[in-house]
C-alpha cells in the first residue's frame, strides 16, 4: 500500500477482514493458472501512489497463481520527450503522425524509460518482471497502417510508421510466464525489411489477449467504464449491447479503438473484458477479486 493513500487497517474486525478474504477465494481457484492481460496507461501510470498500487496488484494476482501479461502505453511521455526536442507532435484521425525520427523518440521512450521504469515498479513490489517489445522472440510483426479519411474513403492518409497487426507469436510470452515472471510489453512491432512500428496500445493487449486465449483483459482507463448518454456506468455489457452502442453514437472519440479492440477480443474467446478506473486505488484486484463491478465488463456472448 503506498504512503499517500494508506490506510487504516486496524479498525476493521477481524471477522470482515475474514470475510472479505473469502470473497476473494472462488475468484482466486476459478482463475488459478490463467493468464490475464492488462493495458496499463493514463492516470494509473503517472501518479506515484497508483503506480504503486499497480505495481503491487500485479504482484499479487501472479502470487495467487495468475499470470499477468502487462501491455502498455506512453503517449504523455513521447509528447514529452518531442517536446524538448522542439518537434510538434500531430495527430491526424486521432492517431499519432510517425515521422522516422518520431519513431526513434517513440522507441526510446516506450522501450527504454516508460517500460523500465513499469519493470523497477513491479520488480520492487516483489514480482519478477522482465521488458519486451514486439521485436523480441519475433512476437508483433506489422505492416504499415493504412488510413483512410473518415469522411472521404477515397482518401488514405500517410502517417508514417503507425503499424497494423499483421500477426503476434507468443511463444516468448508463453516461456517467461511458465516461469515465474511477469512480461511487460512496449507496443512496437516490425515489418518484413526490419523497420520498426508503433502500434496503438490497447489494439496490442487485444490482439495479445486473443492469441494467448487469455481469461480476461483489462483495460485501465481514465474514466469509470462505459458510460451510457445520461453519464451513468454501464457495468456488464454483451456484445450485441455493444454494437447498438456504436450505432446510435453512445461510444465515440477515444473510445472507439479502445472499445472496438476489447469487443474483437471477446468475440475471438477471450472470456471477458474490463474497462476500469485506473485512478481508483486497487482497481483492478476490486475488479478481478470481487463480486462488485468497478468498471464495464463486456461478455463474449
Known sequence: ??????????????????????????????????????????????????????????????????????????????????????????????????????MEVVEWVLAGEVQQDIVGLINQAGGKAVGLTGRDGGMIRAQKLRMVDNKDPSIEHDIGQVG?????????????????????????????????????ADVVASKLATVLQAEKLVLLTNIPGVLNKAGELLTDLTSREIDALFADGTISGGMLPKIAGALDAAKAGVNAVHIIDGRVPHAMLLEILTEQAYGTMIRSH
Open 1 to 102: 500500500m503506498s504512503n499517500s493513500t494508506e490506510l487504516d487497517l486496524s479498525s476493521i474486525a477481524p471477522r470482515t477482514k475474514a470475510e472479505i478474504l473469502a470473497q476473494a477465494l472462488p475468484y482466486i481457484r476459478k482463475f488459478h493458472g490463467k493468464t490475464m492481460v492488462i493495458k496499463y496507461g493514463g492516470n494509473a501510470m503517472t501518479d506515484p501512489a497508483l503506480q504503486a498500487d499497480f505495481a503491487e496488484d500485479v504482484v499479487l494476482l501472479k502470487l495467487v497463481g495468475m499470470n499477468p501479461v502487462v501491455v502498455h502505453g506512453g503517449g504523455p511521455q513521447i509528447e514529452t520527450a518531442l517536446n524538448r526536442l522542439g518537434k510538434k507532435g500531430e495527430f491526424i484521425q486521432g492517431m499519432r503522425v510517425t515521422d522516422a525520427e518520431t
Open 164 to 200: 497494423d497487426i499483421v500477426s503476434i507469436d507468443p511463444s516468448v510470452v508463453k516461456a517467461l510466464q511458465d516461469d515465474a515472471f511477469i512480461p511487460v510489453i512496449s507496443p512496437i512491432g516490425f515489418g518484413e525489411d526490419n523497420e520498426s512500428y508503433n502500434i496503438n
